[in-house]
């Protein structure tokens, strides 16, 4: 949510900034702006809009510099405007400051403020950031930051600049994701709120963590607590590569991350599944397995997509491991704190690894004595570094905001985690284990040939283009993909999508099938095959469309569907990771008839770092 870039050194600066700000786009696209140091003077370009908007913008009056700050905001604070854009300068434009994150007492310090005699110019609370560091300058920018932030309350990062002190960017972090990158030839170096934005120039990096400050020159970055002390900290080294987070020839990034699926699950089995004797080794889970003997409840932290991942890793923990599993959003978990106690385990799942909901809802678990098993893709994330045990999915950048390989990895790392939790705890026969292991080492051969639905998925949401109401049913374990397919369809195609757990129908929404609705449904072999053909003939008998996600050797799904988009067999536990493959593929071939932004849908960021 909101993306910041830095850059100190001898490259064209604005080129820099604005190549760091396209790779985090994803994360927000109502304005952007970017400040520059130019001859101790501090030049702000600003625009709404999309960062294409600012290039343009940059493209007649391009400050030159060697140092400067960027920034794309999704609007929290104040609507989309120039006005509300960071980078956002003090009164007489003499420092400037970007920021993501939310200064919870603004208010109160903005009147504050006024009251002393600073003019404001937005409705941001970041602005406030501008005047505290304003206020507390005395010819030394780290003194003036530190002071500003000890008034502050809520969450950061940022990144402030003076003119009086130009080759110098302060940085600092509390809840709200920075990294500094260090340049790979002296005499640059780089910062921003994501890896992505600095992998084109380095993959030398430093983690900041929260309550770290870190004083960047283009030939040296010190980090220190917020209270001024020294930290040491280690050279991280940035796996991505900087083709990853390109859309290499595909027309959205969704689509290319849909089809980098079997590659994503591949690497999220990794070496985890070792020998012909199918050994299951989770290095790094960092949970004994006395304490996962021992455990009794296990409660899944997640938002949207991946908290459907975590009902798809629910289904399979109870049925083979017998162990009750809650699964809520962590908006509303973080106020359960009676889920949580000494012998519960939490599962934050998320991808981006900084969801501000997850972590909240974390800190309650950890709160009530629970202990934390961490499933996320990006290394050294905050979610991954709160957590006592971590396992990676390894899908690598994903840049679509909607979520795709991420999901289906979630969900085989959930997967991997029931097959480990099942054989310490004894509750399946080591034959049942490696028959299950068995069958998650051939999802990405499996991925691979769903994939190869792609042209007749494509045709049929031509055939139902005019369709404007959705309903996407499941059961058991394909309750999940009914949630994540109706998701995908709204949130890039922007039509009414309702999912439900098929059983609910009679409940109340069979009232809304007409001749005007169709009905996705994953209807695979397994216990509750009957009932959902059942339901398949409820939605006929009202002159519903019905779409079957169904198996390839299914032979009597014809009779219950208007169309049937095939996947291969695979144990019912593990076949969402396939099922979920035609509902991301339906809801992008929809939304690009409808020439939606498939990449950057209104109103929603890729990580949502803020409540
Ligand atoms: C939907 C989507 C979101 C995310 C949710 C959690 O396609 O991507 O629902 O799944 O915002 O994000 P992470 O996984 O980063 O915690």
New binding site residues.
Partial sequence: MCGIMAYLGGRDTVEVLLEGLRRLEYRGYDSAGVAVSVDGKIELIKSKGKISVLAGLLQNNKPEGRAGIAHTRWATHGPPSTANAHPHPDCEGHIAVVHNGIIENYLELREQLEKEGHTFRSETDTETLAHLFEKYYEGDLEAAVRRGLKQVKGSYAVVAMSDKEPGLLVAARQYSPLIVGLGEKPGENFAASDPSAIIPFTRKAYLVDNGEMVLLTADKVQVKTLAGKAVKKPVFHIEWDAEMAEKGGYKHFMIKEIFEQPHALRETIGDRIVGRRMGLNLEGLGLSDGYLRRLKKIAVI???????AGMAGQYAIEKLCGVPVIVDV?SELQHRESVFDKSTLGIA???????A??LQAMRTAHRQGAKLLAI???IGSS?AREADGLLYIHAGP?I?????K??TS?ILAMLLFAVHLGQVREAMTPRVARRLLRGIKALPELAEETLEEAGHIKSLAAKYKDIKRYLYLGRGAHYCSAM?GA??LK??AYLDAEGYAAGEMKHGPLALVTEECAVLSAVVAGPHYEKSIGNLQEIRARAGRVIAVANKSDKEIAKYADDVIRIPETEEVLSPVLAGIPMQLYAYYVADIWDREIDQPRN?A???TVE
């Fill in positions: 997640a938002c949207g997509t991946a908290s459907y962590a799942i998320s991808q981006s690894g900084e969801t909901d997850t996320t893709n990006v979610v994903e679509g905001v909607a979520s795709t991420a999901y979630q994540e998701l995908k949130e890039i929603l890729k990580s949502v």
